[in-house]
């Protein structure tokens, strides 16, 4: 109870005038049903038409449209003439002209194509003439490194000729003077002193040297001409090589001078000579291409 009295407490206060809107609402509903209802019930009573005809012809016939005239037709615009631009007229001596002139174009277009077709012709001849210019050029500097080729093989033999024929000459003169040669004496064949015994080494020995010392040489440089070296060596009574070797005249390639000197001391020791004498100062030259 106490609940309720506090919910109605706080509720919002009753609208003034309700009840009023209420009956007010029902009487308009009521007249609403009454006019509906007296709108429905009026159309179920029955309707009196009377009507009068009056008959002039058994069938009836339509009668004809009235004549209409038509409106007159507006007035047609004035028709314009148009002239056509009087046209001119071509003289001979015009038509003459105009030919005239495209003859004169078609020559020209001729002329320019000609021109293309010779500045064509004149450029292939062109090429063909440097062409035939560098062919020839090409077989004439072969045919002078083939004539220099055969002029330096011609060269080098004729000088192999003239080295082989001065050897021969000298092997020649060396076999005349062994020939002549003192029976009785205690020098080489090649010797012209008239002692019993040479003071010097004979003339083959320093071919026995080369052939001793020149296998020990080790040299491998390409070399375009022939240095000449020349050494001196002391050697023993028999034969042992004393001391270092010395190099009297370079031959002007270190390498080579190097070489000959290496060569000596690796000999270590000389074949005596043929009298069976050593000499005791030994003078040689060495070239790297044997002559």
């Known amino acids: 109870m106490h609940a309720a009295a506090d919910r109605l407490e706080f509720a919002p206060p009753p609208t003034p005038g309700l009840a009023r809107a209420l009956l007010l609402a029902i009487t308009a509903h009521a007249l609403l049903m009454v006019a509906l209802t007296a709108g429905l019930s009026w159309k179920h009573e029955a309707e009196l038409v009377s009507a009068q005809a009056e008959l002039w012809s058994a069938v009836p016939v339509e009668a004809a449209p009235k004549l209409i005239e038509p409106p007159p037709l507006p007035p047609a615009p004035p028709v314009r003439v148009v002239e056509p631009p009087p046209q001119s007229r071509v003289t001979d001596a015009e038509i003459a002209v105009e030919r005239d002139k495209l003859r004169r174009q078609d020559d020209k277009e001729r002329a320019r194509k000609l021109q293309e077709i010779q500045q064509q012709k004149q450029a292939q001849l062109n090429l063909e003439k440097k062409r035939e210019q560098e062919k020839r050029d090409k077989d004439k500097k072969l045919a002078d490194d083939k004539r220099q080729a055969e002029q330096e093989a011609k060269r080098k033999e004729t000088a192999a000729a003239q080295e082989k024929a001065k050897r021969l000459e000298a092997q020649r003169q060396e076999n005349l003077k062994r020939l002549t040669g003192l029976a009785n004496a205690s020098g080489s064949a090649g010797a012209t002193g008239s002692a019993a015994q040479s003071s010097g080494p004979s003339a083959s020995y320093g071919a026995?040297?080369?052939?001793?010392?020149?296998?020990?040489?080790?040299?491998?440089?390409?070399?375009?001409?022939?240095?000449?070296?020349?050494?001196?060596?002391?050697?023993?009574?028999?034969?042992?090589?004393?001391?270092?070797?010395?190099?009297?005249?370079?031959?002007?390639?270190?390498?080579?001078?190097?070489?000959?000197?290496?060569?000596i001391e690796k000999t270590e020791s000389i074949p005596r000579d043929t009298d069976g004498r050593v000499p005791p100062v030994i003078e040689m030259g060495f070239t790297p291409k044997k002559l």
């Open 208 to 263: 026995k040297l080369e052939a001793r010392i020149r296998p020990n040489i080790v040299f491998s440089d390409e070399i375009a001409d022939n240095p000449r070296a020349v050494v001196l060596f002391n050697a023993a009574p028999d034969g042992t090589i004393v001391g270092k070797p010395r190099l009297k005249t370079p031959s002007g390639n270190k390498g080579w001078d190097d070489a000959v000197l290496r060569a």
